[in-house]
């Protein structure tokens, strides 16, 4: 999210201030009942006038629990919420100070979903990450150094993926200078299909990239047909070319659900995952 500059001198009080009812009721008495929305203020406030300001902005903000239209419930346990809040203090950049959650519980976790995700023979490793874009970024710049040191080709690199998936992956291309070839997604089956990938892929291409579970229509990307392509590919042409599997949405479900289907570490071409807030390779 990007903010502009506001222009301050135009006169009216909203633009300028923060108003509500709350201002003079909560500020010392005495101070000014006008707190500046952009600029700090010349006097401090109280911690209660300055948490009742946040609170207020935030009231007008949706209910998680009534969110079903863009992103999902975010219920949580209220033991989940205890140990965040007994965490929240600390500032896990001073990680040896902290080595429980950040190698013992870290390992536990990246551990147990690489077994989550089938990756019993292979070395995997992963990371917690800030969000699902981090780890998209993460395990596709990985992808990027791979291409390069395999010297399989000397042109601009490029990624495919489809035209639904999401603005991450555009992000991703823009961020580290690879051209997105992105595939239109047909009205009836909203999926790519391995069909369509196999006209885009050359030696520079880096990564193919398949949702499970998008984020505006829930569908899964065939991953198992565009696996069985790119090892044909591997085999003609001896090209590796990685699956990344985005599964923001549905890594967390499927293995419980659906565990035959098969999209995860089982297939030779997954290279990497994303699954909410984490991402492992
Ligand atoms: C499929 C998919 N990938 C990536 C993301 C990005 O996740 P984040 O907002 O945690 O960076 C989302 C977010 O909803 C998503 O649905």
């Given at each position: 999210m990007i903010s502009k500059k506001v222009?301050?001198?135009?006169?009216?009080q909203s633009i300028q201030c923060q108003v509500g009812a709350f201002n003079a009721r909560n500020?010392?008495?005495?101070?000014?009942?006008e707190i500046p929305k952009y600029e700090f203020p010349e006097e401090g406030m109280s911690p209660r006038a300055a948490y009742q300001l946040v609170h207020n902005q935030l009231s007008l903000d949706g209910n998680p629990l009534l969110n079903?239209?863009?992103?999902v419930n975010t219920w949580m346990e209220p033991e989940a919420e205890k140990l965040i809040m007994e965490n929240i203090?600390?500032?896990?950049?001073?990680v040896f100070e902290y080595p429980q959650i950040s190698r013992v519980i870290h390992q536990n976790i990246v551990n147990t979903l690489g077994r989550l995700f089938n990756g019993h023979n292979t070395e995997f490793m992963g990371t917690a990450t800030a969000g699902s874009s981090e780890a998209i970024m993460l395990g596709l710049l990985a992808h990027k150094w791979n291409w390069k040191i395999s010297?399989?080709?000397?042109?601009k690199p490029n990624i495919i993926f489809g035209a639904?998936?999401?603005v991450s992956w555009d992000k991703f291309a823009r961020y580290f200078d690879v051209d997105a070839i992105k595939i239109p997604i047909s009205k009836k089956t909203r999926i790519i299909t391995a069909e369509a990938v196999s006209k885009h892929i050359?030696?520079?291409?880096?990564c193919v990239g398949c949702v499970l579970?998008?984020?505006?229509?829930?569908e899964i990307d065939p991953i198992k047909e565009i696996n069985d392509l790119l090892l044909e590919c591997k085999r003609e042409k001896n090209w590796n070319i990685p699956i990344h599997v985005d599964?923001?949405?549905?890594g967390f479900i499927l293995p419980f659900t659906?565990?035959?289907?098969?999209?995860?570490?089982?297939?030779?071409?997954?290279r990497s995952i994303n699954i909410p807030g984490t991402s492992t390779d």
């Open positions: 222009n301050l001198e135009q006169p009216t500020l010392p008495k005495g101070s000014k009942t079903l239209a863009s992103f203090n600390k500032n896990i950049i001073d010297g399989r080709g000397t042109g639904d998936a999401h050359d030696e520079n291409t880096i579970g998008t984020t505006y229509t829930g599964a923001a949405s549905g659906e565990p035959d289907l098969e999209w995860d570490f089982r297939l030779d071409r997954v």
